[in-house]
């Protein structure tokens, strides 16, 4: 984990207050694994508010358009209030404080590549940020991604053009039926599941906790591993302030408190008790 200043590179527009935020960092570009997210202040000044960073999940790896290495990072951000807005509004050029890459990200070994054939990866929203770079991983182990997508409407379902070139299918669903299926994600999810009854799938899953949740049910119901990562309200990402804890369970069934900064943000679907929503 580094402390960096890194400078703004661009800042793309996606449509529907999202943006797509790429900072020149090679250091930390090297460092990244899928489902890590780093910490980044939303202004160039340490004095000026908001005082607290804020975490921001990698979604993709920028490298150099001559030599291919890692330059930078690729952040998705929604414009929700004080902090993003100023992020969003920031210009080329500019520095910011960006501490990471932070956390434990998706569990992808070489060893999958004889266990697992399809990895079902299932996004609500801004839930696609961390599943780009696990695509990648999960291809060049030779394990099949399909990614379902869903959103309140088209403009909601953001870079899938980048799940596209990956070659990978792509299964849209929005909830006025403006693009793909009118549906929530989780019904062509389940029917896929019951399709591949019988072959070695693995699923991840990203977005609002209730879609988290029907996910992690789809795969007990069907003694399927599945991996989420969690949103959570972060101070100060380091374990100190617990302010992003999420209720669990331990192997003995007890009840304890997880950090999403420190133990997370990716965890077994099973651990979490999905009847308690975190703050």
């Keep these: 984990m580094l402390d960096k200043k890194v400078k703004v590179k661009a800042i793309r527009e996606l449509g529907a207050d999202n943006y ?6 090679p250091e930390q570009a090297r460092l990244v694994r899928p489902g890590q997210f780093v910490m980044l202040k939303c202004v160039e000044d340490l004095a000026e508010n908001p005082l607290l960073r804020r975490p921001f999940t990698i979604f993709d790896i920028h490298r150099s ?6 330059a930078g990072l690729d952040l998705l951000i929604k414009d929700v209030g004080v902090g993003t807005r100023k992020l969003v509004q920031t210009r080329p050029g ?8 932070q956390g434990h990200g998706f569990q992808v070994a070489a060893e999958m590549r004889n266990r697992v054939q399809l990895a079902y990866l299932v996004a609500g929203g801004v839930g696609i940020a961390p599943l780009f770079l696990l695509a990648q991983s999960l291809l060049t182990h030779g394990i099949r991604p399909v990614l379902f997508y869903g959103g309140a409407s088209a403009a909601d379902l953001v870079l899938r053009e980048n799940f596209e070139r990956l070659g990978i299918e792509c299964v849209y669903t929005t909830e006025d039926g403006s693009f793909g299926e009118r ?15 019988g072959k070695n799938i693995r699923m991840y899953g990203c977005g609002p906790w209730g879609m988290m ?16 990562s969690l949103e959570a309200r972060m101070g100060c990402s380091l374990g100190a302030c617990l302010g992003c804890v999420v209720q669990t369970r331990d192997s003995r069934g007890e009840e304890q408190y997880l950090r999403v900064c420190q133990d997370g ?3 077994n679907s099973r651990l979490i008790n999905w009847n308690t929503v975190p703050l």
Excluded at 183 to 197: G, H, M
């Design 20 to 25: 797509l935020l790429t900072v020149n960092t």
């Design 213 to 228: 949740k029907a996910v992690h049910l789809l795969s007990i119901e069907n003694d399927i591993q599945c991996e989420v």
């Design 94 to 101: 500019q520095l910011l404080d960006c501490l990471g890459p």
């Design 183 to 197: 549906a929530l994600v989780t019904q062509p999810l389940a029917q896929y599941i019951r399709s591949y009854r």
């Design 65 to 70: 358009s001559r030599s291919g290495k890692p």
């Design 265 to 267: 943000p990716v965890m």
